[in-house]
Protein backbone atom coordinates (compact mmCIF):
# COMPACT_ATOMS: atom_id res chain seq x y z
CA UNK A 1 0.00 0.00 0.00
CA UNK A 2 1.42 3.40 -1.15
CA UNK A 3 2.00 6.13 2.06
CA UNK A 4 -0.68 7.89 1.30
CA UNK A 5 -3.56 5.33 1.38
CA UNK A 6 -1.85 4.14 4.01
CA UNK A 7 -2.20 7.16 5.75
CA UNK A 8 -5.62 7.67 4.88
CA UNK A 9 -6.76 4.34 6.17
CA UNK A 10 -5.07 4.78 9.57
CA UNK A 11 -6.17 7.98 10.31
CA UNK A 12 -9.73 7.23 9.22
CA UNK A 13 -9.45 4.50 11.48
CA UNK A 14 -8.85 6.77 14.51
CA UNK A 15 -11.59 8.92 13.51
CA UNK A 16 -14.08 6.05 13.66
CA UNK A 17 -12.37 5.37 17.17
CA UNK A 18 -12.86 8.71 18.34
CA UNK A 19 -16.22 8.67 16.92
CA UNK A 20 -17.13 5.54 18.89
CA UNK A 21 -15.72 6.71 21.44
CA UNK A 22 -17.75 9.46 22.04
CA UNK A 23 -20.98 7.50 21.55
CA UNK A 24 -20.35 4.99 24.41
CA UNK A 25 -19.43 8.34 26.73
CA UNK A 26 -22.56 9.94 26.15
CA UNK A 27 -24.68 6.01 26.11
CA UNK A 28 -22.86 5.99 29.48
CA UNK A 29 -24.28 9.33 30.47
CA UNK A 30 -27.88 7.67 30.83
CA UNK A 31 -27.28 6.52 33.63
CA UNK A 32 -25.81 9.55 35.49
CA UNK A 33 -28.40 9.12 38.01
CA UNK A 34 -27.73 5.10 38.20
CA UNK A 35 -26.04 3.45 41.82
CA UNK A 36 -23.24 5.32 43.03
CA UNK A 37 -20.92 2.11 41.82
CA UNK A 38 -21.99 2.69 38.55
CA UNK A 39 -21.59 6.27 38.31
CA UNK A 40 -18.15 5.73 39.91
CA UNK A 41 -17.33 3.04 36.50
CA UNK A 42 -18.98 5.83 34.47
CA UNK A 43 -16.18 8.11 35.94
CA UNK A 44 -13.41 5.94 35.50
CA UNK A 45 -14.44 5.61 31.92
CA UNK A 46 -14.64 9.23 31.34
CA UNK A 47 -11.30 9.87 32.48
CA UNK A 48 -9.82 6.93 30.17
CA UNK A 49 -11.33 8.05 27.05
CA UNK A 50 -10.34 11.80 27.73
CA UNK A 51 -6.51 10.83 27.52
CA UNK A 52 -7.50 8.29 24.85
CA UNK A 53 -9.29 11.22 22.76
CA UNK A 54 -6.27 13.68 23.16
CA UNK A 55 -3.19 10.55 21.93
CA UNK A 56 -5.61 9.33 18.89
CA UNK A 57 -5.64 13.55 17.94
CA UNK A 58 -1.86 13.84 18.83
CA UNK A 59 -1.67 10.97 16.33
CA UNK A 60 -3.61 12.42 14.02
CA UNK A 61 -1.59 15.52 14.06
CA UNK A 62 1.73 14.55 14.04
CA UNK A 63 1.36 11.83 11.81
CA UNK A 64 3.90 13.04 8.74
CA UNK A 65 6.73 12.94 11.49
CA UNK A 66 6.45 9.65 12.54
CA UNK A 67 8.94 6.88 11.01
CA UNK A 68 7.20 4.18 8.78
CA UNK A 69 7.72 1.35 11.37
CA UNK A 70 6.27 3.49 14.52
CA UNK A 71 3.25 4.27 11.84
CA UNK A 72 2.88 0.83 11.44
CA UNK A 73 2.71 -0.07 15.21
CA UNK A 74 0.17 2.93 15.73
CA UNK A 75 -1.78 1.45 12.93
CA UNK A 76 -2.19 -2.00 14.58
CA UNK A 77 -3.16 -0.09 17.94
CA UNK A 78 -5.76 1.87 16.33
CA UNK A 79 -7.12 -1.21 14.15
CA UNK A 80 -7.19 -2.69 18.27
CA UNK A 81 -9.15 0.18 19.71
CA UNK A 82 -11.81 0.12 17.01
CA UNK A 83 -12.75 -3.49 17.27
CA UNK A 84 -12.54 -3.13 21.22
CA UNK A 85 -15.08 0.16 20.73
CA UNK A 86 -17.09 -1.41 18.06
CA UNK A 87 -17.69 -4.15 20.20
CA UNK A 88 -18.66 -2.45 23.30
CA UNK A 89 -20.87 0.10 21.45
CA UNK A 90 -22.56 -3.18 19.57
CA UNK A 91 -23.13 -4.72 23.41
CA UNK A 92 -24.88 -1.15 24.68
CA UNK A 93 -26.93 -1.19 21.82
CA UNK A 94 -28.59 -4.41 22.55
CA UNK A 95 -28.94 -3.86 26.37
CA UNK A 96 -30.49 -0.14 25.73
CA UNK A 97 -32.81 -2.13 23.25
CA UNK A 98 -31.62 1.44 21.09
CA UNK A 99 -33.80 3.77 23.24
CA UNK A 100 -32.65 6.96 25.02
CA UNK A 101 -34.02 7.37 28.85
CA UNK A 102 -35.33 10.50 29.65
CA UNK A 103 -33.68 12.57 32.43
CA UNK A 104 -31.25 9.55 33.23
CA UNK A 105 -33.41 6.98 34.06
CA UNK A 106 -33.38 3.33 33.23
CA UNK A 107 -35.16 0.31 33.88
CA UNK A 108 -34.03 -1.04 37.03
CA UNK A 109 -33.53 -4.59 35.15
CA UNK A 110 -31.24 -3.37 32.67
CA UNK A 111 -28.65 -2.26 35.46
CA UNK A 112 -26.80 -5.06 36.05
CA UNK A 113 -26.59 -5.80 32.33
CA UNK A 114 -25.43 -1.89 31.77
CA UNK A 115 -23.11 -2.42 34.41
CA UNK A 116 -21.69 -5.47 33.57
CA UNK A 117 -21.22 -4.01 30.02
CA UNK A 118 -19.45 -0.88 31.00
CA UNK A 119 -17.12 -2.82 33.46
CA UNK A 120 -16.21 -5.04 30.34
CA UNK A 121 -15.88 -1.89 28.23
CA UNK A 122 -13.23 0.33 30.90
CA UNK A 123 -11.19 -3.60 31.20
CA UNK A 124 -10.66 -3.44 27.85
CA UNK A 125 -9.83 0.59 27.41
CA UNK A 126 -7.46 0.37 30.22
CA UNK A 127 -5.80 -2.97 28.84
CA UNK A 128 -5.92 -1.01 25.27
CA UNK A 129 -3.86 1.84 27.21
CA UNK A 130 -1.54 -0.59 28.64
CA UNK A 131 -0.36 -1.56 25.11
CA UNK A 132 -0.54 1.44 24.09
CA UNK A 133 1.61 3.59 26.50
CA UNK A 134 5.02 2.25 25.20
CA UNK A 135 4.66 3.09 21.82
CA UNK A 136 2.99 6.62 22.84
CA UNK A 137 5.81 7.39 24.81
CA UNK A 138 8.18 6.44 21.83
CA UNK A 139 7.39 9.98 19.93
CA UNK A 140 9.64 11.30 22.51
CA UNK A 141 12.55 10.03 20.94
CA UNK A 142 11.10 11.06 17.02
CA UNK A 143 13.83 13.79 16.31
CA UNK A 144 11.35 16.39 14.47
CA UNK A 145 11.06 20.13 14.92
CA UNK A 146 7.15 19.47 14.15
CA UNK A 147 6.80 17.37 17.28
CA UNK A 148 9.09 20.15 19.18
CA UNK A 149 6.60 22.49 18.35
CA UNK A 150 3.49 20.95 19.18
CA UNK A 151 5.01 19.88 22.23
CA UNK A 152 6.02 23.60 23.46
CA UNK A 153 2.94 25.05 22.23
CA UNK A 154 -0.49 25.83 23.72
CA UNK A 155 -1.93 22.44 22.12
CA UNK A 156 -3.03 20.17 25.17
CA UNK A 157 -0.10 21.42 27.29
CA UNK A 158 -2.30 20.89 30.08
CA UNK A 159 -3.17 17.51 29.40
CA UNK A 160 -2.08 14.41 30.90
CA UNK A 161 -0.86 12.87 27.88
CA UNK A 162 1.15 15.06 26.07
CA UNK A 163 2.65 16.96 29.55
CA UNK A 164 4.34 13.31 30.38
CA UNK A 165 5.47 13.36 26.08
CA UNK A 166 6.85 17.48 26.94
CA UNK A 167 8.45 15.91 30.82
CA UNK A 168 9.69 12.86 29.12
CA UNK A 169 11.95 14.52 25.78
CA UNK A 170 12.95 17.60 28.03
CA UNK A 171 14.45 14.96 30.20
CA UNK A 172 16.32 13.54 26.68
CA UNK A 173 17.83 17.11 26.10
CA UNK A 174 19.23 19.42 28.75
CA UNK A 175 16.39 21.07 29.50
CA UNK A 176 15.02 19.21 32.60
CA UNK A 177 18.73 20.25 34.07
CA UNK A 178 18.87 23.56 32.69
CA UNK A 179 15.21 24.33 34.46
CA UNK A 180 15.81 22.49 38.03
CA UNK A 181 19.78 23.07 38.18
CA UNK A 182 22.26 20.77 38.73
CA UNK A 183 20.95 16.85 39.44
CA UNK A 184 24.60 16.06 41.90
CA UNK A 185 24.01 16.35 45.46
CA UNK A 186 26.75 17.13 48.24
CA UNK A 187 27.44 13.67 50.41
CA UNK A 188 26.32 15.39 53.39
CA UNK A 189 22.82 15.66 52.26
CA UNK A 190 22.84 11.81 53.69
CA UNK A 191 21.51 11.61 57.43
CA UNK A 192 20.97 8.38 59.45
CA UNK A 193 23.78 5.93 57.67
CA UNK A 194 23.54 3.36 54.92
CA UNK A 195 21.88 0.21 55.84
CA UNK A 196 22.64 -2.59 52.84
CA UNK A 197 20.23 -4.90 51.13
CA UNK A 198 21.15 -8.43 51.25
CA UNK A 199 22.18 -10.34 48.17
CA UNK A 200 22.54 -6.43 46.80
CA UNK A 201 24.96 -4.13 47.03
CA UNK A 202 22.34 -1.41 47.07
CA UNK A 203 21.58 0.72 50.72
CA UNK A 204 18.61 2.63 52.20
CA UNK A 205 19.10 6.02 53.76
CA UNK A 206 17.23 8.99 54.23
CA UNK A 207 18.46 12.56 53.34
CA UNK A 208 19.00 15.53 56.10
CA UNK A 209 15.53 17.40 56.18
CA UNK A 210 13.18 14.52 54.66
CA UNK A 211 11.40 12.14 56.19
CA UNK A 212 11.65 9.69 53.11
CA UNK A 213 13.30 6.76 52.41
CA UNK A 214 16.06 6.31 49.46
CA UNK A 215 17.70 3.40 47.85
CA UNK A 216 21.58 4.34 47.45
CA UNK A 217 22.31 2.59 44.24
CA UNK A 218 26.54 2.59 44.03
CA UNK A 219 28.89 2.64 40.63
CA UNK A 220 32.36 2.79 40.99
CA UNK A 221 34.87 3.39 38.70
CA UNK A 222 38.32 2.49 38.96
CA UNK A 223 40.22 3.48 35.45
CA UNK A 224 37.77 4.88 32.76
CA UNK A 225 37.68 7.88 31.79
CA UNK A 226 36.07 9.43 34.57
CA UNK A 227 34.91 12.78 32.45
CA UNK A 228 32.87 10.80 30.24
CA UNK A 229 31.51 8.32 33.06
CA UNK A 230 29.69 11.84 34.53
CA UNK A 231 28.41 12.77 31.79
CA UNK A 232 26.91 9.22 31.52
CA UNK A 233 25.82 9.28 35.22
CA UNK A 234 24.18 12.61 34.56
CA UNK A 235 22.65 11.73 31.99
CA UNK A 236 21.17 8.48 33.23
CA UNK A 237 20.03 10.56 36.45
CA UNK A 238 18.35 13.59 34.93
CA UNK A 239 16.26 10.99 32.61
CA UNK A 240 15.33 8.89 35.84
CA UNK A 241 14.23 11.99 37.49
CA UNK A 242 11.24 11.66 34.99
CA UNK A 243 10.85 8.11 35.55
CA UNK A 244 7.27 6.86 36.65
CA UNK A 245 7.52 3.94 39.37
CA UNK A 246 4.60 2.49 38.95
CA UNK A 247 4.17 2.43 35.46
CA UNK A 248 7.96 2.53 34.44
CA UNK A 249 9.28 0.04 36.79
CA UNK A 250 12.30 2.40 37.73
CA UNK A 251 12.61 4.88 40.62
CA UNK A 252 12.70 8.11 40.61
CA UNK A 253 16.29 9.75 40.69
CA UNK A 254 16.90 12.52 43.37
CA UNK A 255 19.78 13.13 42.26
CA UNK A 256 24.22 12.04 42.35
CA UNK A 257 26.24 11.97 44.90
CA UNK A 258 29.92 11.83 43.54
CA UNK A 259 32.82 11.25 45.57
CA UNK A 260 36.34 10.16 45.02
CA UNK A 261 38.68 7.79 47.22
CA UNK A 262 41.95 5.76 46.39
CA UNK A 263 39.25 2.60 45.41
CA UNK A 264 38.44 5.27 42.56
CA UNK A 265 35.36 7.13 41.54
CA UNK A 266 32.02 6.58 43.11
CA UNK A 267 28.70 8.00 41.88
CA UNK A 268 25.44 7.64 44.42
CA UNK A 269 22.49 7.24 42.12
CA UNK A 270 19.69 8.34 45.09
CA UNK A 271 15.91 6.94 44.49
CA UNK A 272 13.09 7.64 45.80
CA UNK A 273 11.07 5.25 48.00
CA UNK A 274 7.07 5.83 47.27
CA UNK A 275 6.14 6.29 50.84
CA UNK A 276 3.43 3.56 50.10
CA UNK A 277 6.03 0.94 49.70
CA UNK A 278 7.92 -0.87 52.28
CA UNK A 279 10.21 -3.91 53.47
CA UNK A 280 12.48 -4.22 50.29
CA UNK A 281 14.07 -7.52 49.16
CA UNK A 282 16.10 -8.16 46.27
CA UNK A 283 14.52 -10.59 43.60
CA UNK A 284 17.73 -13.09 45.18
CA UNK A 285 16.37 -13.33 48.80
CA UNK A 286 13.07 -14.01 47.94
CA UNK A 287 13.71 -16.69 45.38
CA UNK A 288 16.26 -18.36 48.09
CA UNK A 289 13.41 -18.48 50.28
CA UNK A 290 10.71 -19.62 47.84
CA UNK A 291 7.79 -18.71 49.67
CA UNK A 292 4.80 -19.66 47.86
CA UNK A 293 3.44 -17.18 45.96
CA UNK A 294 0.59 -17.56 43.31
CA UNK A 295 1.33 -18.24 39.75
CA UNK A 296 -0.70 -14.50 39.11
CA UNK A 297 2.09 -12.77 41.57
CA UNK A 298 4.85 -14.53 39.96
CA UNK A 299 3.52 -13.28 36.41
CA UNK A 300 3.03 -10.06 37.27
CA UNK A 301 6.84 -9.76 38.59
CA UNK A 302 7.73 -11.15 35.34
CA UNK A 303 5.70 -8.00 34.23
CA UNK A 304 7.10 -5.52 36.07
CA UNK A 305 10.45 -6.73 35.23
CA UNK A 306 10.29 -6.54 31.73
CA UNK A 307 8.45 -3.15 31.74
CA UNK A 308 11.60 -1.44 33.46
CA UNK A 309 13.97 -3.13 30.80
CA UNK A 310 12.21 -1.53 28.35
CA UNK A 311 12.06 1.55 29.56
CA UNK A 312 16.24 1.38 30.28
CA UNK A 313 15.70 1.32 26.84
CA UNK A 314 13.66 3.70 25.89
CA UNK A 315 15.23 6.07 27.91
CA UNK A 316 18.94 5.03 25.64
CA UNK A 317 21.03 2.71 28.02
CA UNK A 318 21.65 -0.88 28.36
CA UNK A 319 21.91 -2.28 31.57
CA UNK A 320 24.27 -4.42 31.20
CA UNK A 321 23.89 -6.23 34.60
CA UNK A 322 20.23 -7.58 34.98
CA UNK A 323 20.06 -10.23 37.60
CA UNK A 324 17.57 -11.47 41.02
CA UNK A 325 20.15 -8.97 42.94
CA UNK A 326 19.48 -5.88 40.86
CA UNK A 327 15.90 -6.36 41.15
CA UNK A 328 14.28 -5.23 44.20
CA UNK A 329 10.95 -5.97 45.42
CA UNK A 330 8.87 -4.31 48.00
CA UNK A 331 6.08 -6.89 49.52
CA UNK A 332 3.02 -5.75 50.52
CA UNK A 333 2.67 -8.62 53.61
CA UNK A 334 4.27 -11.65 54.09
CA UNK A 335 2.81 -12.97 51.05
CA UNK A 336 1.87 -10.51 49.08
CA UNK A 337 4.65 -9.82 46.61
CA UNK A 338 4.39 -5.53 45.61
CA UNK A 339 6.10 -3.40 43.24
CA UNK A 340 10.01 -4.60 41.96
CA UNK A 341 12.34 -2.15 40.71
CA UNK A 342 14.95 -2.63 38.28
CA UNK A 343 18.70 -1.28 39.98
CA UNK A 344 21.89 -2.30 39.89
CA UNK A 345 23.10 0.12 37.54
CA UNK A 346 27.05 -0.22 38.07
CA UNK A 347 27.79 -1.14 34.50
CA UNK A 348 25.28 0.57 32.48
CA UNK A 349 26.12 2.93 29.65
CA UNK A 350 24.13 4.63 26.27
CA UNK A 351 22.84 2.19 23.81
CA UNK A 352 24.91 3.93 20.79
CA UNK A 353 27.96 5.17 22.88
CA UNK A 354 31.15 3.18 23.20
CA UNK A 355 31.94 0.39 24.75
CA UNK A 356 34.83 -1.40 26.47
CA UNK A 357 35.09 -5.32 26.58
CA UNK A 358 36.20 -6.08 29.55
CA UNK A 359 34.63 -7.74 32.00
CA UNK A 360 35.06 -10.66 35.34
CA UNK A 361 35.48 -14.29 35.55
CA UNK A 362 32.63 -14.35 38.36
CA UNK A 363 30.47 -17.52 37.48
CA UNK A 364 27.41 -16.35 39.35
CA UNK A 365 27.52 -12.77 37.14
CA UNK A 366 28.21 -14.84 33.89
CA UNK A 367 25.50 -17.30 34.33
CA UNK A 368 23.16 -14.33 33.13
CA UNK A 369 25.44 -13.03 30.39
CA UNK A 370 24.90 -14.01 27.08
CA UNK A 371 27.81 -16.73 26.14
CA UNK A 372 29.82 -14.09 23.98
CA UNK A 373 30.00 -11.26 26.99
CA UNK A 374 30.92 -13.62 29.13
CA UNK A 375 34.76 -13.51 31.03
CA UNK A 376 37.61 -10.54 31.49
CA UNK A 377 37.42 -10.36 27.94
CA UNK A 378 34.18 -10.74 26.14
CA UNK A 379 33.65 -11.67 22.25
CA UNK A 380 31.40 -8.65 21.53
CA UNK A 381 30.40 -5.25 21.86
CA UNK A 382 28.08 -5.04 24.20
CA UNK A 383 24.22 -4.58 22.48
CA UNK A 384 20.42 -4.55 23.86
CA UNK A 385 19.45 -7.94 23.17
CA UNK A 386 22.25 -8.66 25.66
CA UNK A 387 19.85 -7.47 27.92
CA UNK A 388 17.63 -9.30 26.54
CA UNK A 389 19.59 -12.77 26.72
CA UNK A 390 19.65 -11.85 30.74
CA UNK A 391 15.80 -10.89 31.09
CA UNK A 392 15.27 -14.77 29.72
CA UNK A 393 17.46 -16.09 32.47
CA UNK A 394 15.46 -13.97 35.36
CA UNK A 395 12.07 -15.01 33.77
CA UNK A 396 13.44 -18.85 34.32
CA UNK A 397 14.11 -18.14 37.89
CA UNK A 398 10.80 -16.79 38.13
CA UNK A 399 9.20 -19.52 36.42
CA UNK A 400 11.13 -21.97 38.17
CA UNK A 401 10.95 -20.46 41.27
CA UNK A 402 14.19 -21.35 42.43
CA UNK A 403 17.29 -19.29 42.88
CA UNK A 404 20.18 -20.72 40.49
CA UNK A 405 22.88 -18.85 43.11
CA UNK A 406 22.39 -20.19 46.55
CA UNK A 407 25.19 -20.23 49.48
CA UNK A 408 27.57 -22.84 50.56
CA UNK A 409 29.92 -22.96 53.19
CA UNK A 410 31.19 -19.88 54.62
CA UNK A 411 30.83 -16.56 52.19
CA UNK A 412 30.91 -18.54 48.98
CA UNK A 413 28.39 -19.51 46.51
CA UNK A 414 27.23 -22.43 44.62
CA UNK A 415 24.90 -23.37 41.83
CA UNK A 416 21.78 -24.55 42.63
CA UNK A 417 20.58 -27.90 42.42
CA UNK A 418 18.63 -26.86 39.08
CA UNK A 419 21.95 -26.43 37.36
CA UNK A 420 23.80 -29.65 38.33
CA UNK A 421 24.06 -30.27 34.40
CA UNK A 422 26.11 -27.54 33.31
CA UNK A 423 27.34 -26.77 36.97
CA UNK A 424 31.46 -28.06 36.04
CA UNK A 425 30.82 -26.10 32.82
CA UNK A 426 29.34 -22.64 34.69
CA UNK A 427 32.15 -23.02 37.47
CA UNK A 428 34.89 -23.32 34.99
CA UNK A 429 34.03 -20.64 32.68
CA UNK A 430 35.32 -22.74 29.53
CA UNK A 431 32.03 -23.64 27.62
CA UNK A 432 30.18 -20.59 28.18
CA UNK A 433 27.86 -22.18 25.14
CA UNK A 434 27.16 -25.13 26.62
CA UNK A 435 25.49 -23.44 29.91
CA UNK A 436 23.34 -21.51 27.65
CA UNK A 437 22.18 -24.54 26.11
CA UNK A 438 21.51 -26.07 29.29
CA UNK A 439 19.33 -22.98 30.58
CA UNK A 440 17.35 -23.53 27.07
CA UNK A 441 17.03 -27.26 27.42
CA UNK A 442 15.95 -26.46 31.39
CA UNK A 443 13.16 -24.23 30.03
CA UNK A 444 12.26 -26.95 27.59
CA UNK A 445 11.72 -29.67 29.77
CA UNK A 446 10.39 -27.93 32.80
CA UNK A 447 8.57 -24.50 32.51
CA UNK A 448 6.37 -25.58 30.27
CA UNK A 449 4.65 -27.59 32.79
CA UNK A 450 4.86 -25.47 35.68
CA UNK A 451 3.87 -21.49 33.96
CA UNK A 452 2.20 -22.51 30.78
CA UNK A 453 3.65 -23.12 27.34
CA UNK A 454 3.63 -19.67 26.23
CA UNK A 455 5.44 -18.18 29.09
CA UNK A 456 8.20 -20.81 28.05
CA UNK A 457 8.21 -19.66 24.45
CA UNK A 458 8.92 -16.33 25.66
CA UNK A 459 11.75 -17.17 27.87
CA UNK A 460 12.89 -19.32 25.10
CA UNK A 461 12.04 -16.22 22.77
CA UNK A 462 15.19 -14.16 24.97
CA UNK A 463 17.30 -17.27 25.41
CA UNK A 464 17.90 -17.43 21.80
CA UNK A 465 17.54 -13.55 20.69
CA UNK A 466 20.82 -14.12 19.42
CA UNK A 467 20.81 -17.38 18.06
CA UNK A 468 21.78 -18.14 13.94
CA UNK A 469 19.04 -19.94 11.81
CA UNK A 470 15.36 -19.09 11.29
CA UNK A 471 14.06 -20.25 15.11
CA UNK A 472 15.43 -17.37 16.49
CA UNK A 473 12.62 -14.80 16.58
CA UNK A 474 14.29 -11.92 16.13
CA UNK A 475 15.83 -12.31 12.98
CA UNK A 476 19.29 -11.95 11.24
CA UNK A 477 21.84 -9.77 12.57
CA UNK A 478 22.54 -7.98 9.88
CA UNK A 479 19.03 -6.87 9.57
CA UNK A 480 18.92 -5.38 12.68
CA UNK A 481 21.39 -2.78 11.97
CA UNK A 482 20.30 0.82 11.64
CA UNK A 483 22.42 3.36 9.47
CA UNK A 484 24.63 4.14 11.80
CA UNK A 485 25.63 0.23 12.38
CA UNK A 486 23.54 0.12 15.91
CA UNK A 487 22.25 -3.64 16.45
CA UNK A 488 18.63 -3.60 17.91
CA UNK A 489 15.86 -5.47 18.86
CA UNK A 490 13.92 -6.69 15.63
CA UNK A 491 10.33 -6.30 15.31
CA UNK A 492 8.53 -8.66 17.28
CA UNK A 493 5.20 -8.04 16.94
CA UNK A 494 3.45 -10.13 14.44
CA UNK A 495 4.94 -13.38 15.33
CA UNK A 496 4.75 -13.28 19.48
CA UNK A 497 1.32 -11.48 20.15
CA UNK A 498 -0.29 -14.75 18.87
CA UNK A 499 2.02 -17.08 20.95
CA UNK A 500 0.56 -16.07 24.35
CA UNK A 501 -1.98 -13.50 25.98
CA UNK A 502 0.84 -12.07 27.51
CA UNK A 503 1.71 -9.29 25.12
CA UNK A 504 5.63 -8.68 24.44
CA UNK A 505 6.56 -6.04 21.93
CA UNK A 506 10.16 -5.82 20.85
CA UNK A 507 10.12 -2.72 18.15
CA UNK A 508 13.16 -1.21 16.60
CA UNK A 509 13.17 2.20 17.63
CA UNK A 510 13.48 4.29 14.90
CA UNK A 511 15.30 7.13 15.61
CA UNK A 512 18.44 6.00 18.13
CA UNK A 513 17.51 2.58 17.37
CA UNK A 514 16.66 1.02 20.92
CA UNK A 515 14.56 -1.84 21.97
CA UNK A 516 10.77 -1.60 22.94
CA UNK A 517 10.38 -4.06 24.87
CA UNK A 518 6.86 -5.15 27.15
CA UNK A 519 5.13 -8.03 28.82
CA UNK A 520 1.67 -6.97 29.08
CA UNK A 521 -1.80 -8.31 30.69
CA UNK A 522 -0.32 -11.11 32.15
CA UNK A 523 -3.37 -13.12 33.43
CA UNK A 524 -3.95 -16.75 34.77
Given at each position: MDPVSFACGVLGAADVCLKSGKYLIRKFGDYRNAERDIVDIVLRMKTLWLKTEIQLESIKKLWGSFDPRLQALFDELIGHLQTKLQIASNSLDRVMDGKQYEGGTVKKFKAAYFKKNIQQAVQELEDWQGRFEPTWLLITLVTSPAIDRYLEGKNDQTSVPTGKLKELRDAMSRKVEARQGSIFIKEENISGGYKSLPWSEVCTTRLSGSDKRFLIDQITYLDSDISLATVHIRDLARRLSTSDPAEFGILRCRGVIKSSSRAGTSFKLVFEIPPTLSSPQTLREILLHKAPHPLNQRFQLAKQLTRSLMFVHTFGFVHKSIRPDTIIVFRESERMLGHSFLTGFERFRPGNAETLLSGDSSWEKNLYRHPKRQGIHPEERYIMQHDIYSLGVCLLEIGLWNSFV???????????????????????????????????????????????????????????????????????????????????????????????????????????????????????
Open positions: RPADGSSLEPSESLKSVKEALLSGNRPSFVKDGLVQIATKRLSGLMGQRYADIVLSCLTCLDPGDTNLFGKEEDLEDEDGIVVGVQFIEKVLNIWPVRVLFVANYDCMKVLLQIEDIRV
